[in-house]
């Protein structure tokens, strides 16, 4: 049986950016990765979806020329099957890239499925669906999530299709129900609606992204329904029935709606389809538990991302698997850890929408509960010369800071470039900046990034450019 330090089962971006920084400390592992290096992420997720994002951005904006003072195409004839093919390059390129910087440092992926864990003596016997067993004193589960449906609908990547599914379609549907308003399921309307399909988002709660702070939500939607895409909240789907005439919807609103597809995106699971014949890991509702160093209930077997049911976002995964490694090589040379907890809070989100919505920190209502008196900066895109420039003004920044100390502890971006510019946030915030500190800070000009400084001086009612 062959063995290794540690094996880590999943090869996502939190089981390859762990393999890669255990190897840069010497440390022996072996990935077993079922399917490509790269996981959801890589494969059927971040990436493919933020290279259609860019082709459906490209295509709206060559329609609005005109906007910009150039002409404005007559016609501007759409072949999908093209923006696939890019996307499908895009992946490749990153996963070849992937599988190249671990043939060049060593690294081994078995590939295989794990199909059982049980521990041996002091080490843990990993046994793989191609009948090898290999073994390691410590595991890392890296097994990410699936796709969840809706009870009674079932996914069967032809009408009713996973976010994996719409992901393989090759030609544009006329028109697409979007099942769940959360940050997938806006992504993909936001694009499918760029590319002039119509768009439907049936969101059973009463706002879309709900776990985004309240008044971007109610923003986000409401640039989402000027851009012509129908937004129902309050409505959960029942069923999905076949006809002549495409797909009808029964919604619980008593209405129904025919479409030509439907994509279900109501969530994800944790995925650990592994058995454990002396026992498991602890769950909670499907999820494994961790502790604040990742290990959980099994000594010296360790988890890392969307598994854990922590924020399941790539960053976090890798940041996670990133601390374990360190904690792995602390252990083996017998030094005590000073590793800090991870504050789930300060993990920036994206939702690549047009426009996108970025945040970092706690919501206005997380923040007013957490420390009651609050003060909040904004500042409005309308009012920046970058912005104006670029012909995207739509949003704002809003900064949270404590009213006592005027530490800053949340930034909400609507607008352009917000995933890049919350990068900004994310550093003031874990960071522990206040207000006063942030202002001595020079920002380029022109820039989006000054947009930041204006509502964080907001917050001190210290905006130059906003009355
Ligand atoms: C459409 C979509 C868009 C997204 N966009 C973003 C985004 O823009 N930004 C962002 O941060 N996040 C995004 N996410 C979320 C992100 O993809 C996940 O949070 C991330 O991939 C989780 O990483 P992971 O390492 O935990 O697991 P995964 O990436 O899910 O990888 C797990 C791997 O484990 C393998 N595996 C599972 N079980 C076994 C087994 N028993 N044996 C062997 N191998 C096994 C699987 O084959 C898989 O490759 C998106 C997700 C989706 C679906």
């Known amino acids: ?64 020329a005109d906007q910009y003072g150039l002409p404005k195409p007559a016609e501007l004839p759409l072949d999908y099957s093209q923006v696939f093919e890019r996307k499908n390059k895009i992946v490749e390129q990153l996963v070849g890239g992937i599988e190249f910087l671990f043939k060049k440092r060593s690294i081994e992926v078995i590939k295989a499925r794990a199909d059982s864990i049980t521990p041996q003596g002091d080490k843990w016997k990993v046994a793989l669906d191609n009948g090898e067993e290999i073994s390691a004193s410590r595991v890392i589960l890296a097994t990410g999530s699936i796709s969840k449906s809706l009870p009674n609908i079932t996914i069967d990547e032809v009408d009713v299709l996973s976010s994996t599914g719409i992901l393989a379609l090759d030609k544009l549907p006329k028109s697409l129900a979007v099942i769940g308003g959360g940050v997938i399921g806006c992504e993909f309307a936001s694009i499918m609606n760029s590319f002039g399909v119509e768009v439907h988002i049936i969101e059973f709660l009463p706002r879309i992204v709900a776990l985004e702070d309240d008044e971007m939500c109610r923003r986000l939607a409401l640039a989402l329904k000027k851009q012509g895409i129908k937004v129902n909240t309050n409505v959960g789907l029942q069923s999905v029935t076949k006809t002549d005439a495409g797909l009808e919807l029964g919604l619980s609103n008593e209405s129904t709606l025919v479409v030509e597809k439907v994509l279900m995106s109501v969530g994800r699971a944790p995925n650990l389809d592994i058995e454990f014949p002396a026992g498991a890991p602890q769950l909670e509702k499907g999820a494994v538990v961790i502790d604040d160093q990742m290990r959980t209930s099994l000594n010296g077997i360790f988890a890392i991302g969307d598994v854990t049911g922590k924020l399941a976002l790539a960053h976090t995964a890798s940041k996670q698997g990133l601390m374990v490694a360190e904690l792995i090589k602390d252990e083996l040379e017998g030094k005590e850890s000073h590793i800090q907890p991870l504050n789930y809070a300060n993990i920036p989100r994206c939702t690549f929408t047009s426009p996108e919505l970025a945040s970092v920190g706690l919501s206005e209502a997380e923040a007013k509960e957490k420390y009651g008196e609050i003060i909040v900066g904004k500042f409005p895109f309308s009012a ?84």
């Not at 762990?18 to 990436?47: F, H, K, M, P």
């Open 384 to 467: 920046s010369g970058k912005a104006m420039a670029m012909g995207d003004t739509n949003g704002f920044v809003k900064t949270i800071a404590r009213a006592d100390d005027q530490t800053l502890v949340g930034m909400h971006i609507l607008g352009p470039n917000a995933a890049e510019l919350i990068g900004q946030g994310a550093i003031f915030i874990s960071q522990g900046a206040n207000a006063k500190v942030v202002e001595d800070v020079v920002f380029a000009h022109p820039t989006l990034s000054e947009s930041i400084k204006e509502s964080i001086e907001d917050i001190r009612k210290m905006s130059i450019h906003k009355i």
């Open 1 to 64: 049986m062959k063995e290794y330090q540690v094996v880590i089962i999943g090869g996502g971006p939190g089981g390859y950016e762990t393999a890669i920084r255990l190897a840069q400390y010497g440390i022996t592992c072996a990935v077993v990765e079922s399917q490509r290096l790269g996981g959801v992420c890589l494969n059927c997720g971040c990436i493919p979806t933020k290279a259609l994002v860019k082709s459906a951005e490209l295509y709206r904006e060559m329609k609005e």
